[in-house]
């Protein structure tokens, strides 16, 4: 039986939210024949609404796309829909990363885009910069975070990370470094990694007592890249990179990526745990959100010498003193 006028206006309105989300240069009817394993013709046909998607078909679609069909049936629903990913150890470190850098190739396929990043810890990008940094994060992220048995009874030491680990965190900062981005910081961005540090020093979990204090010098190392890059307004990839202070501790992570005509919101919680949402009202709350958080925050990038000195300076003397404690 063919679809009824009001079911296949429902079905091009739920594939127009798709191809939306697709970057300019992919064919929408390669895309579907291809994730639904149908002929490109078949694609057509329910592109014209001549075939109505199956139940299993929209659910694929919805999973693939964030699409929220609450949103559709009722457009000014308080109800979001979220893909969710959380680390455990069913869904691996490697697996997560891969995920995020699927995340930033897709947001790169688009001819004009740009990410707001209200970041209450240091964006975790920046971390994979530095080959130390980035080794301890994730050894503290599978030691301490998810409780990976295979590293539990293990000391911290540079080669405990495989290399397609780091080769995969590394991808994620050059993905990024391409990126347009606007960050949002306080001077409490760093902490959370000087905590990290202290708890393992104090838990005696480094394998040598002195890579406490290297950690440090090479926390301090990333700072002044960043600050560099800043005062540039350009990320090492060439990328557009404007950067914010504000005095108010941020309540989470959230990043908003705007691409062509279409939206992408991520929340960052407990660490490493990440909320995906493509829906309209959710992302116009969000993009508000940042836009005011903006307009309340001191643009340190490009100009305001004295401002984005004394912010990073201000981090740096943090960082010396608890490295001065450690002796």
Partial sequence: MPPTTSS????????????????????????????????????????????????????????????????????????????????????????????????????????????????????????????????????????TVI???????????????????LQAGNKLWKLYATVPSVEIWSDEAINETIKQIEFYHECRFFANPKQAGMLC??????????????????????????????????ANNTILARMDNMRIVFINYNLLNLLTTHQDTFCDKTEKYLINLTKNSTLISTSAEKERNKFFNKMKERIEAFKRKLS
């Fill in 8 to 143: 296949a206006n429902l079905q091009s309105t739920f594939l127009e939210q798709i191809k939306n989300r697709l970057a300019e240069n992919i064919s929408f009817a390669d895309k579907l024949a291809e994730l639904l394993n149908i002929s490109r013709d078949s694609a057509y046909r329910r592109i014209r609404g001549e075939t109505v998607l199956s139940l299993d078909e929209v659910k694929k679609l919805c999973d693939r796309f964030g699409v929220s069909l609450d949103a559709l049936l009722s457009p000014v629903t308080n109800t979001s829909l979220f893909h969710h990913r959380a680390l455990s150890t069913s869904y691996t470190l490697e697996q997560w990363l891969n995920s995020v850098g699927s995340n930033l190739e897709y947001v790169n396929g688009f001819k004009t885009k740009e990410m707001l990043f209200a970041a209450r810890d240091m964006p975790i990008f920046h971390n994979f910069r530095i080959p130390e940094i980035s080794t301890f994060k994730m050894f503290f992220w599978l030691k």
């Fill in 147 to 165: 409780k990976d048995p295979q590293y539990a009874g293990q000391l911290f030491q540079e080669e405990v990370i495989s290399v397609p680990l």
């Fill in 217 to 250: 010098d090479r926390l301090i190392e990333l700072i002044n890249l960043i600050k560099n890059e800043a005062a540039e307004g350009k990320k090492t990839g060439g990328a557009m990179f404007g950067l914010y202070e504000n005095e108010i501790i941020i």
